[in-house]
């Protein structure tokens, strides 16, 4: 495979059916690598920074995979909080067959040394989101609004890796529950305006040069 984002595609397809046994490490790489019938050094091409650079592929991947889906959809023709609910839907359930990849990706971006993977995978994750649900914020809210929902992705996520309902109902009803109570940004536009000017949010650190927003955030192949 010549292509390199066709390699990393496939090679994480590869790889995801080791991952619930050897967790996302170089010996698993190694073994979707082999199912491909690829040599190992194909590995180290795909992802010089290891497994860390096949986690944020990993993750980068399903986010592109769930723009893909909702430009197939009628969003606009929905209103934002069901664009929102939407979005984080189609995501969770792209991965439904491979919660236990997510689950070890989640324990490890949790580790203190890729602390910083995990911020930037969780920022364009609801990045791309907003971007979906058709934002066009560029002040404050830009940044409160992806604080907010960020809040509200990651604990749905948790939810959805516990959940044992028929179709994942419960974390549906979850998720529907977190939005009503999160996502009213008006009702809380005076509160986010105070709190947006007192301490730096480390979703800056993902902004554009010269301190203005990116474009729209499309993942990487």
Excluded: C
Excluded at 161 to 169: I, P, T, V, Y
Excluded at 196 to 206: I, Q, R, T, V, W
């Amino acid at each position: 495979m010549d292509d390199l984002p066709t390699l990393r595609d496939a090679l994480i397809e590869a790889t995801l059916p080791h991952i619930a046994f050897d967790g996302w490490a170089a010996q698993a790489l190694r073994h979707g690598a082999a199912d491909l019938e690829l040599p190992p050094e194909a590995v180290e091409r795909a992802f010089p920074g290891g497994a860390a650079d096949a986690v944020a592929h990993f993750i980068a991947k399903a986010d592109r995979e769930m723009l893909d889906a909702l430009d197939k959809m009628d969003l606009p023709s929905m209103k934002v909080r069901e664009r929102i609910a939407t979005a984080i839907r189609v995501r969770l359930e792209q991965a439904a067959d491979h919660k236990e990849a997510v689950r070890k990706a989640l324990a490890f971006t949790a580790l203190p040394q890729h602390a910083g993977l995990a911020l930037k995978s969780l920022y364009r994750t609801v990045d791309a989101i907003w971007y979906a649900a058709g934002d066009t914020a560029t002040d404050y809210n830009f940044y409160t609004k992806r604080a907010l929902l960020a809040g509200v992705y990651s604990t749905t996520l948790l939810y959805w890796l516990e959940d044992k309902s028929e179709g994942h109902e419960a974390t549906w009803a979850f998720l529907d529950r977190r939005i009503a109570n999160v996502m009213s940004i008006p009702k809380l536009t005076g509160k986010l305006r105070g709190v947006a000017g007192k301490l730096p949010n480390p979703f800056l650190l993902f902004r554009g040069p010269k301190g203005g927003r990116r474009g729209p955030f499309r993942p990487a192949a």
